[in-house]
């Protein structure tokens, strides 16, 4: 007994078969994975959850569902600003390339303001808000988005806006 190999896409099955082994064939068919099979994306921030500008990373789980991380670090006037700001997106209308998004995570920033004196030892101050945001993303090789967006810490409610652009691997 012998057994034939037999491939759909990317799974492969192997079943027994009856043929002698002399008539066996091994059959296979190598394509590209499908757009929806590229799940990570590298991508630059305007404006959005980092701030004025961000380094972003999401991981798509799945179709309609993604997980991901803004990191930025802004100096202004000497003033230290990093931020750090985790995501859960939920994509619940689109197709495959063009989707609205809806997005929301913790947003962690630490401010450090040197001293310019030696009598003084400066300020550090650490907050956690909450960013939350929904928009357009066009996702192929290429990544693209603009939305609009709320932070929500303990001074209020601020309303702020995001562009990203970047690569989908």
């Not at 303001?113 to 939350?132: C, I």
Request: net charge positive.
């Amino acid at each position: 007994m012998s057994c034939g190999i037999a491939t759909a896409g990317p799974r492969v099955a192997v079943a027994p078969s009856a043929e002698p082994a002399e008539s066996t064939t091994l059959t296979s068919t190598i394509t590209a994975p499908p757009a929806h099979a590229r799940r990570h994306a590298l991508y630059v921030e305007a404006g959005g959850k980092g701030g004025l500008w961000g380094l972003g990373y999401d991981l798509r789980l799945a179709r309609w569902v993604s997980v991901g991380v803004v990191a930025s670090y802004t100096v202004l006037d000497g003033q230290r600003v990093g931020s750090v700001t985790p995501h859960v997106a939920l994509y619940p209308i689109g197709g495959a390339h063009h989707r609205l998004f809806v997005d929301a995570g913790p947003n962690v920033i630490r401010m450090t303001t040197p001293s310019p004196v030696p009598e003084w030892d400066g300020t550090s101050e650490t907050g956690v808000g909450l960013t939350a945001s929904t928009g357009y993303e066009y996702r192929n090789r290429f990544l693209f988005r603009a939305y609009g967006m709320a932070n929500a810490g303990p001074n209020g409610v601020t309303p702020w806006f995001g562009m990203s652009v970047g690569w989908v691997l």
